[in-house]
């Protein structure tokens, strides 16, 4: 009998109100090792770490990088089954995801593992057989969800909401009794994959993912009732929208039992960042809270031809550990310190610390493989269901240098991090690496390189040590105005990199919007018919993507013909002369391909007394790229009110990006 959802009535269901216990204890026949040793790799202890305590891994893509001929081999470079590997190395918990089906007309995969629940039901049984649960991970969708896309499965396209509803109570039901009837220990469910903003399945209002949810945590109280329930989002940098989602979903009256989040040092915040947030809905909502996805690169090697996320000269904001064995082991640590001592913390999960390289000597090599079983992030069978990302950039792993096992898929020394943090691990100290220099001075400032630099040991202390830059003229410098410079130094035998901002006196206030808000500036929505709104039209100062400091002027459009609105500052000059303006953009369409041209308006202007007097077109491209708008010869008389704007319109869906470091400077 189909159910129609109610959100104001309490769905059926009993609250697992304990935590299901994690060791190794219920698998017949398995004892973990306890000779798992370490003469190099420092490990401070986390005092207090419970025996219940989630030290998961996401292993979702095993079956089809094993299909491709890759073996794991343990610390002794003997073969074993890589779920023995972890067990004996203290993980507890195995993560997996599933998608309702992730295959096309013709059964090709869409890779990413290919992980339907036949895939999740394969990797429970081995996980089960060593003693570790299961952290089930329901996208509900064909492919991946995450915060830019939570994509209908196919079969639910023309589903009504509450057809919906029905669907992913039956399909979550039949998927749990898989496992079930397997034999499998389930110890958590998520409902959903990052669903920031209350989206998943195609549905957009966080009305209709409270129903989704409730949906979802009926059917798992069903097959599992001891089993938890997680929802799950990310970008926990962004403090108040995880309040106001929290907030949410109790206004909703949405049954679950774990607020999750996931953690990745290089966009998202603090440490001490995410324990607050996390500590404040666990203690108003009466939540458990966990870390549900976390991981750090080891290397910046890429050793499948195809390249990374995370690199050392892209795609992260920040540095907070060296790429190395030791930053690696230090990151997970630090996590799992960190959430066993946020309030109601449970659990810290690393994401993909089993995808390797399929390891063939070319990328024609490599491809066969990842088309044929799915062993790469995506293939070109996801055309189909998502052309604008998977059907355009398919291709390999993208995070192996972050994976536990080396290319060779030989487990590494940091994977003994989960086995060694309840008592700790000793080893000699050895500088790990050495952080670069940042800096940023004005043009009437006298100043000088630093005459140190941090050095990184293995035990994540940092030491000043003195450093020698190559000659670098500073007064040329300062005489070409505003400006940026990447100076190489050597320190303790090793390359180092000043990066060194110049900036002549701005008459701007607040113009990189580092006051958080847009203070000092005055926006204009030139498309009245569409309101502000942080889901679906977004124009104001974030923490996403600064080009410097911490925040930067962020629009977000989610339908087309949305984008239209103007961002300004006037200022009186007193000093007559000829001034010089610039600012700095960058941004990117839905799918990170390059933005056509003839879909954007984009433009710095000048605007003196209320009088256009100049404007220079720039556009954005793609992420991480920032241009420069410079508009020079701009000629004033004392007194003069002067306005610098920014004007930013596209019709296009999906259209983003951030403006920065708007200057207004003298010339003469």
Known sequence: MKRKINLLIPLVGMCAGLLVGCGN?????????????SDTLYVKKVDGLKDSFMLGMDASSVISLEDSGVKYYNHEGEEEDVFKILADNGVNYIRVRVWNDPYNSSGKGYGGG??????????????????????????????????????????????????????LYDFTVESLQKLKSNGVKVGMVQVGNETNGGKMAGETRFSFFAGLVNSGYKAVKKVFPNALVAVHFANPEKTQNYLNWAEQLHELDVKYDVFGSSYYP????????????????????????????????FSSENTDFFNNTIGETS???????????????????????TIAHTKNGIGVFYWEGTWVSVNQPSYEENSKLWYEYGS??????????????????YGGCAVENQALFDHNGRALESLKTFKFLKKGNDAPEYVDGIEDANVSYYTYEDFSLPETVNVVYNTNEKRAVPVVWDAFDIPAAKAAGNGKYRIHGVAERRDVYCNLTILEKNFLENY??????????????????????DSGYKVKPTTENPQTGSYAFHFWCDAADT?????????????????????????????????????????????????????????????????????TGITVNAGDKVTVGMHVESSLKGIWGDIDDVMLNFVE
């Open 25 to 37: 204890s219920e698998a017949p026949g398995y004892k973990p090792r306890t000779d798992i040793t």
């Open 512 to 533: 990189g919007f580092e006051t958080g808000d847009s203070s000092n500036w005055t926006v204009t929505n030139l498309n009245p018919d569409v309101p502000f709104s």
């Open 376 to 393: 790469g992030w995506a293939t070109p069978y996801a055309i189909e269901y998502d052309p604008n990302d998977a059907g355009k950039y």
């Open 315 to 337: 795609g992260y904001n920040v540095k907070p550990y060296p790429f190395t064995i030791a930053g690696q082991a230090n990151e997970i640590r630090d996590v799992v310190d």
């Open 563 to 631: 984008c239209k609105f103007e961002v300004e500052q006037s200022v009186n000059l007193t000093a007559a002369g000829t001034y010089k303006a610039q600012a700095s953009l960058m941004g990117g369409g839905p799918t990170g391909d390059t933005v056509p041209e003839t879909e954007q308006n984009m433009y710095l202007y000048i605007k003196v007394n209320d009088v256009l007097v100049a404007q220079q077109s720039g556009k954005v491209t793609v992420y991480k790229s920032w241009t420069d708008i410079k508009i």
């Open 266 to 297: 290089y966009w998202h915040g603090t440490l001490e960042n995410l324990s607050d947030v996390l500590s404040q809905i666990a203690t108003k909502y009466n939540k458990k809270v966990a870390c549900l996805e976390t991981s750090y690169a």
């Open 114 to 167: 290919n992980n339907d629940i036949n895939k999740a039901v394969e990797i429970g049984k081995r996980a089960t057989q060593y003693g570790m649960k299961l952290l089930v991970d329901f996208h509900y969708s064909d492919f991946w969800a995450d915060p830019s896309k939570q994509m209908v499965p196919k079969a639910w396209k023309n589903m009504d909401y509450f057809e919906k509803c029905d669907a």
